[in-house]
Nanobody, 121 residues
Framework: QVQLVESGGGLVQAGGSLRLSCAAS????????MAWYRQAPGKQRELVAH???????TYADSVKDRFTISRDNAKNTVYLQMNSLKPEDTAVYYC???????????????WGQGTQVTVSS
């Protein structure tokens, strides 16, 4: 079984910073990509940042130059450094991974449980 466990959410004032972490555990053979999504109340889930293995990182236009995604491959962990936070960044942030397990060579998508980020004005 694969688990994605997020941490680092919380309440912060506008202009502040937070760092989210997501650790993938289980019988992982290889990771194709890791990403962060978010979902605000009444809105659809949207991609925030995508980090493919050996590929180019991409960001939503709304977070470019403020958020940075990074990965520690040895720990199967992805981070999201969020700076200059705005009230409109308030959402539940979800970790996403596309990976292969020891038991299944076909890549599958996995999701974390979500972590709340609230930015006050």
């Amino acid at each position: 079984q694969v688990q994605l466990v997020e941490s680092g959410g919380g309440l912060v004032q506008a202009g502040g910073s937070l760092r989210l972490s997501c650790a993938a555990s289980g019988s992982i053979r290889s990771i194709n990509s890791m990403a962060w999504y978010r979902q605000a109340p009444g809105k659809q889930r949207e991609l925030v940042a995508h980090n493919p293995s050996g590929g180019t990182t991409t960001y939503a236009d709304s977070v470019k130059d403020r958020f940075t995604i990074s990965r520690d491959n040895a720990k199967n962990t992805v981070y999201l450094q969020m700076n200059s936070l705005k009230p409109e960044d308030t959402a539940v942030y979800y970790c996403n991974a596309v990976l292969r397990t020891v038991a299944n060579l076909l890549p599958r998508e996995y999701w974390g449980q979500g972590t709340q980020v609230t930015v006050s004005s």
